[in-house]
C-alpha cells in the first residue's frame, strides 16, 4: 500500500513526494493494526546513497514471501529526499542544508524543512525505527550502526541484533542534534543509523546482510515472527578506540590491503601515487593494529582527506 | 486553445516528465485545430519552444504570457484561420523543477541531443520525442540561452547552413539580427535540425535567463506576436519594436578580461560606449587592488556583457556592436 507522507509542489506544477510503502499482517484493517507494533524503516535521506535501496528490496522479499509471519506493521520509506535521489545528489537540490541536519523540521520555514517535520509525526509512535545510509562516493564502509551515548540504553540493546560488523557508540559531544535520528530517539523512538558500503554503488551483500540484520530487530519489536538465521556478534567501540589515518599528500590514492579484514600495526594500506612522474608520494600505514572498517574508494585524494578508519585504538 | 502532453517519461523517485504543449488556430470552417493536427498539412504553422534547459526561466515566462496573450486572441478571432500556433514553454520540467540547467542526473544537455534517438541515452530519447512533436512547421522560434551566463541586447540568430530558405528575422522588429556559421557543435540542436527538416527556425535571445521579468518577458511577447503578424498568422498589427540592424557574429568585437579576480562592471548591455571608455575594473580577491582596467577597443554598443562576478584571464566580459557599420555589413557579404 503507498501513500504520500509530504507532498508539496515545485514550479512546474510537479510535485516533491515523500512516500512510505506499508506492509501489515494479511486480512486486517487499517484500524484494526493500529494497536500493533510498526516498525518505520527510512532511507535516501542522501541523494547519492543507494545501498538502502537494495536493503529494502532484501527486506521486502522476505517479508512479502512469508506474510504468515508479519505480527506488526512495516513502513518502508524508500526516498525521503526524493529530487536529491533523482538527480543522483547528496543534498536537496535547490536548498543549500544536508537533510540530515534539518531534523525535527518546522512548518515556519522552508518547504524542506516542512517535509522534515511531516516525516518526523509520521514516525512517531513507532516501537523501532531504522534510518539506512550508504557512505559518500569517497569512503567504503563495513557495515555497522552509529548511536549515541544518549540513547545507548534503548538503542544498543538493538544494535547488537542487527547483523552488522561493528557499533560505533558516538560521545554526546559529537553527536550531530539536527539528525533524523537523534529527533526520534528524543521522541522516544529508539532509532538506529547504518552506514554500509559506499556511495552511488549498491553492494549486494551489503543489501543481504543488513536486511537479516533488521528482521532480526523487527523480531524483538513483535513485528516479525519468521525463521531467522543466525546473526554476528559485532565489535562495539567508542570514539576513543577509532584511530584515523589521513592523506598528507595529493594524488592518486591506491590500496594494497584487503577492506574489512583485520590490519598490523604499520602494514602498507595504500600508497598515493603521482602517475604521470611514476612517483610514491606517500605510503599510508595502519596506525595501529585492528579492524579496517572504513576505505578510501575514491582515488583522487587531496591533503587531508581521510584514507581509513581502524578499529583497535586505546579506548579514552 | 488545446493543451496537451506531448511527452512523458518515467523518473526514478520522481513523478514523471510531463512536458505540456499549447495549440492555437481553427480550420477554415471555424473549428478548433484538434489534437494530431497535422502542421505540415497547413498553410502556415509557427512552433515556439522554450524551457530546454532547466534555467531559461524568462523564456519560459515568454512563452506563459504569450499563451495568455493567444487565449485571448483567439477568442476576439484574431488569429488568422488555417494556421496553427504551437507553443512549448518548458521542454525540460524535470531539470526546472529542481534548478538545474541541464538533465539531473548526467547533466546532459538536450539542446545537444537533436534530432534524438529513441532508443538512446535519456536525453536522446526526449529530444527524439520532443523533435517528433515540432516538426513540421513552417517557422520555428526557439527561446535559447547562450552558453555562456551573461545579458545581451535582445536579438534573434539565424543561422546559415542546411534548409535556409529565407531569412525574415528582422520581422521580430528586435534590435538586432545576428548571423552565424554553425560549428560542429550546432549540429546537434534544435535550430539547426528544425532547418534541416524544412522549418524556417529562428533563435530568439532575451536580455536575461534566469530571472522572472515580466517587464522584459511582455516585450519579447510584443516581439513575438509582430513575427506571427508579419507571417500572416494574425490578423491583428502589433506596433512598436526597432528598425533592426543585421550583423554577422564574427564582426561582435569581443572584450576579454586579461587577469583573473573580481570584475566589476561599470556600463550595462545596451550603452553607447566611446574608444578607451571604462567598461569594468578587475579586482584582487583578496585585497582589493585594481589589476585590470578593461576598456572599449573601439566606439559601439555593448551588446553582451558576462553575469558571472568572478572571472579568469581571457573571460569574455563583453561583446560591442562596433559603430563602423560599414565594416560590419561587409562581415555579411
Keep these: 500500500m503507498l501513500r504520500d507522507v509530504s507532498v508539496r509542489e515545485l514550479p512546474t506544477g510537479e510535485r516533491m513526494r515523500i512516500v512510505k510503502h506499508r506492509y501489515m499482517p494479511v486480512g486486517l484493517s487499517e484500524t484494526e493494526v493500529s494497536c500493533l507494533p510498526r516498525a518505520c524503516i527510512i532511507t535516501g535521506m542522501h541523494g547519492d546513497e543507494l545501498e538502502g535501496q537494495y536493503v529494502l528490496y532484501e527486506l521486502i522479499r522476505r517479508l512479502r514471501s512469508q506474510p504468515q509471519h508479519l505480527a506488526g506493521v512495516v513502513d518502508v520509506y524508500p526516498a525521503v529526499n526524493p529530487m536529491g535521489m533523482g538527480a543522483i545528489e547528496r543534498g536537496i537540490p535547490q536548498f543549500d542544508l544536508d537533510m540530515d541536519r534539518i531534523f525535527p523540521g518546522s512548518h515556519d520555514a522552508s518547504p524542506f524543512e516542512a517535509m522534515a517535520a511531516d516525516l518526523v509525526e509520521d514516525v512517531r509512535g513507532a516501537q523501532v525505527a531504522f534510518d539506512l545510509h550508504a557512505s559518500s562516493i569517497y569512503l567504503r564502509e563495513l557495515p555497522q550502526i552509529r548511536i549515541n551515548e544518549e540513547s545507548v540504553g534503548c538503542t544498543l540493546p538493538l544494535a547488537r541484533l542487527a547483523n552488522v560488523d561493528y557499533v560505533w557508540v558516538h560521545e554526546s559531544a559529537v553527536v550531530l542534534k539536527g539528525t533524523f535520528a537523534y529527533s526520534m530517539n528524543k521522541l522516544g523512538v529508539p532509532t538506529l543509523v547504518t552506514k554500509a558500503g559506499v556511495g552511488m554503488r549498491i553492494t549486494p551483500e551489503v543489501g543481504e546482510q543488513l536486511a537479516i540484520g533488521i528482521l532480526s530487530v523487527l523480531a524483538q519489536a513483535g513485528v516479525w515472527t519468521g525463521p531467522l538465521p543466525l546473526v554476528r556478534a559485532p565489535q562495539v567501540g567508542t570514539d576513543g578506540e577509532v584511530s584515523y589515518l589521513h592523506a598528507d599528500a595529493a594524488g592518486m590514492f591506491v590500496p594494497c590491503v584487503t577492506f574489512g579484514r583485520e590490519v598490523k600495526e604499520g602494514q602498507v594500506i595504500g600508497r598515493i601515487l603521482d602517475c604521470g612522474s611514476a612517483t610514491v608520494l606517500q605510503e599510508l600505514c595502519a596506525p595501529v593494529g585492528g579492524l579496517l572498517f572504513t576505505l578510501r574508494a575514491y582515488p583522487l585524494v587531496y591533503p587531508g582527506n581521510l584514507i581509513a578508519r581502524v578499529l583497535g585504538g586505546a579506548p579514552c | ?333
Excluded at chain 2, 204 to 218: G, H, L, N, P, Q
Excluded at chain 2, 229 to 241: I, M, V
Excluded at chain 2, 285 to 290: A, K, S
Aim: some cysteine; hydrophobic content about 40%.
Design chain 2, 1 to 333: 486553445m488545446l493543451e496537451e502532453g506531448i511527452l512523458s517519461l518515467e523518473l526514478p523517485y520522481r513523478d514523471p516528465l510531463d512536458v505540456r504543449a499549447f495549440s492555437f488556430g481553427i480550420d477554415a470552417k471555424g473549428k478548433v485545430l484538434g489534437k494530431g493536427a497535422d502542421p505540415s498539412t497547413l498553410e502556415r504553422s509557427l512552433c515556439v519552444v522554450a524551457g530546454i534547459r532547466g534555467d531559461e526561466i524568462l523564456q519560459t515566462l515568454v512563452c506563459a504570457l504569450l499563451v495568455e496573450r493567444l487565449e485571448k486572441m483567439e477568442r476576439s478571432k484574431a488569429l488568422v484561420p488555417g494556421c496553427l500556433t504551437r507553443v512549448i514553454p518548458c521542454a525540460n520540467p524535470a531539470s526546472m523543477g529542481i534548478g538545474r540547467r541541464f538533465w539531473p542526473l548526467d547533466k546532459t544537455d538536450i539542446n545537444r541531443m537533436f534530432p534524438g534517438s529513441p532508443e538512446g541515452e535519456t536525453t536522446r530519447r526526449i529530444a527524439a520525442g520532443l523533435f517528433a512533436q515540432v516538426s513540421g512547421f513552417s517557422y520555428g522560434v526557439h527561446l535559447s540561452s547562450f552558453y555562456l551566463e551573461g545579458d545581451f541586447i535582445p536579438h534573434v540568430r539565424v543561422m546559415h547552413g542546411p534548409g535556409e530558405r529565407a531569412n525574415h528575422g528582422a520581422d521580430f522588429c528586435l534590435p538586432y539580427v545576428t548571423h552565424y556559421e554553425p560549428g560542429s557543435f550546432d549540429t546537434t540542436t534544435l535550430h539547426y535540425n528544425w532547418r534541416l527538416h524544412g522549418t524556417e527556425a529562428y533563435s530568439f535571445y532575451t536580455r536575461k535567463t534566469t530571472v522572472a521579468d515580466e517587464v522584459i518577458a511582455r516585450e519579447a511577447v510584443q516581439s513575438l506576436l509582430r513575427f506571427m503578424s508579419a507571417r500572416g498568422l494574425t490578423r491583428q498589427q502589433f506596433h512598436g519594436g526597432h528598425r533592426t540592424f543585421e550583423l554577422a557574429e564574427r564582426a561582435l568585437v569581443p572584450v576579454h578580461v586579461p587577469v583573473g579576480g573580481v570584475c566589476c562592471p561599470v556600463v550595462r548591455v545596451g550603452d553607447v560606449v566611446g574608444r578607451g571608455q571604462l567598461l569594468a575594473t578587475v579586482r584582487d580577491l583578496l585585497c582589493g587592488h585594481v589589476t585590470a582596467r578593461v576598456v572599449a577597443p573601439c566606439d559601439g554598443v555593448v551588446f553582451y556583457h558576462a553575469r558571472t562576478p568572478l572571472v579568469n584571464e581571457r573571460t569574455l566580459a563583453f561583446q560591442i556592436v562596433p559603430d563602423d557599420a560599414d565594416e560590419v555589413k561587409a562581415t555579411l557579404a
